[in-house]
T-cell receptor, first 106, second 118 residues
Framework: EIVLTQSPGTLSLSPGERATLSCRASQSVDSSYVAWYQQKPGRAPRLLIY???ARAPDIPDRFSGSGSGTDFTLTISRLEPGDFAVYHCQQYGSSPITFGQGTRLE | QITLKESGPTPVRPTQTLTLTCTFS??????????VGWVRQPPGKALEWLAL???????RYNPSLKSRLTITMDTSQNQVVLRMTNMDPVDTGTYYC??????????WGQGTQITVSS
C-alpha cells in the first residue's frame, strides 16, 4: 500500500498570500494518477487537480499542481477567503487507492 | 448535471450488515472508464477508499476490507449498492458515493452519516 504523507498538518496564511502544500508518497507514484481535493466543513470533497497537474472543470487557475515520483505539490497562488479548507492528496494508480491525512489551510 | 445521492440506515447495531444505496444521474456507466465507488471518512480523520464498480461487472475492493464488502451495480435503476458486514463502532463516519472517470473521483455525493452503536 502506498502511504501518502501531507505537510504541513496546518498552514496559517492570510488572503492574498501564496500557499504551498506538500504530499509525499512512500514509493514512486505514476504522476498520471495523483489528485488533489478540497473539503470545506460539513461538505463533500471536490476534485481540484488530477494527473498531478490538470485542473478539473471550473477550477480557477490560481490552483496548480506539480510533482513526480514521490513528491507532489499543490500551490494556490493568491488565497481568497473561500480557499480556507482542508486539502487531501490521493493516488489512484495503485491498489488500494489511498489518500493523505489532509492539510488544514486556515 | 451529475448528481449522486447516498441513502442508508442509521444507527446501525454492531455485528449488523450495512446496506448503502447510491442513486445517480447525469452520466452513463456504459463506458469502460466510468464507474461508481464508495469512500468513507471517520469523524476528524482521513478519507478511506472502500470499493468501486464499473459497468462490466468489474468490482474492485480495498484489500483491508475486501472480506466484508460487496458492491453491485443496477444500471436499469441507476443505482449502486454497497454492503458491509459485521459493522463495528469504528465504522462510524460519513460514507460518500463517487462518480469515477478514468479512475479519478470526478464528482461526489453529499454523503450519509452512519453511526454504529448498540
Amino acid at each position: 500500500e502506498i502511504v501518502l504523507t501531507q505537510s504541513p498538518g496546518t498552514l496559517s496564511l492570510s488572503p492574498g498570500e501564496r500557499a504551498t502544500l506538500s504530499c509525499r508518497a512512500s514509493q514512486s507514484v505514476d504522476s498520471s494518477y495523483v489528485a488533489w481535493y478540497q473539503q470545506k466543513p460539513g461538505r463533500a470533497p471536490r476534485l481540484l487537480i488530477y494527473g498531478a497537474s490538470a485542473r478539473a472543470p471550473d477550477i480557477p487557475d490560481r490552483f496548480s499542481g506539480s510533482g513526480s515520483g514521490t513528491d507532489f505539490t499543490l500551490t494556490i497562488s493568491r488565497l481568497e477567503p473561500g480557499d480556507f479548507a482542508v486539502y487531501h492528496c490521493q493516488q489512484y494508480g495503485s491498489s488500494p487507492i489511498t489518500f493523505g491525512q489532509g492539510t488544514r489551510l486556515e | 448535471q451529475i448528481t449522486l445521492k447516498e441513502s442508508g440506515p442509521t444507527p446501525v447495531r454492531p455485528t449488523q450488515t450495512l446496506t448503502l444505496t447510491c442513486t445517480f444521474s447525469g452520466f452513463s456507466v456504459s463506458f469502460s472508464s466510468v464507474g461508481v465507488g464508495w469512500v468513507r471518512q471517520p469523524p476528524g480523520k482521513a478519507l478511506e477508499w472502500l470499493a468501486l464498480s464499473y459497468w462490466s461487472d468489474d468490482a474492485r475492493y480495498n484489500p483491508s476490507l475486501k472480506s466484508r464488502l460487496t458492491i453491485t451495480m443496477d444500471t436499469s435503476q441507476n443505482q449502486v449498492v454497497l454492503r458491509m458486514t459485521n459493522m463495528d463502532p469504528v465504522d462510524t463516519g460519513t460514507y460518500y458515493c463517487v462518480h469515477v472517470v478514468s479512475q479519478r473521483f470526478q464528482h461526489w455525493g453529499q454523503g450519509t452519516q452512519i453511526t454504529v452503536s448498540s
